[in-house]
């Protein structure tokens, strides 16, 4: 099938990989390939709204944003609704520490801040736009309340392990924003809170 719509449509480039390296690698072997001003992720089972990337542009441009991210839902595998996440106007590196603000599949960054890398590490995507707003200074989300990306939660994805997910988590803050064990710890306690009441919202 993407192999027929990049026939069809010559902005379309697909890259495929002798063996599967798993999510970090795919996405670093994308930015790499990638000739455009500005990137955006989706994996394949999630979606976006037909006008999310146009009306990131423009909120960017009006802004002067280099990240830029949205509202989006988290819905079942079948489609239902479990929860809508609404995130901050803005975000700082401080308060992106607190709480990953930025959905994967809702964000854009200006290519003019440098390309980082996804690590091969759990919360790979946290710790890339943890990277880019440090870079940027600051993100801002498109204002409103309409979700521009759909969020696929699968029971059996990697993420659904809550315990290792809080010690990707501390590895994050220890290893790679190399806060000490205080401060470490209580960043933790606000991530473990930020993470409940998303589920709440």
Sequence with gaps: ??????????????????????????????????????????DSDDGWHPRKLEWQMEHMEETRSRVCYTCYDRITEDGHLLSRVRPPASVDYAQMLRSNRIGNLTGLYDRALGDAAFPAVGHEDYVFWLEMVRRAGHATCVPGDQPLAYYRVREDSVSADKWRAACWQWRIY????????????????????????????
């Design 1 to 42: 099938m993407l192999d027929a719509l990049a026939d069809a449509d010559e902005r379309i480039r697909v890259i495929h990989a002798r063996t599967n390296g798993g999510v970090a690698a795919a996405r670093n072997t994308a930015i790499h390939a990638a000739l455009g001003s500005h990137i955006a992720f989706l």
């Design 174 to 201: 220890r290893d790679f924003a190399r806060l000490g064990w205080l401060s470490s710890s209580s960043h933790m306690c606000h991530y473990a809170w930020e993470a409940v009441r998303k589920r709440m919202a």
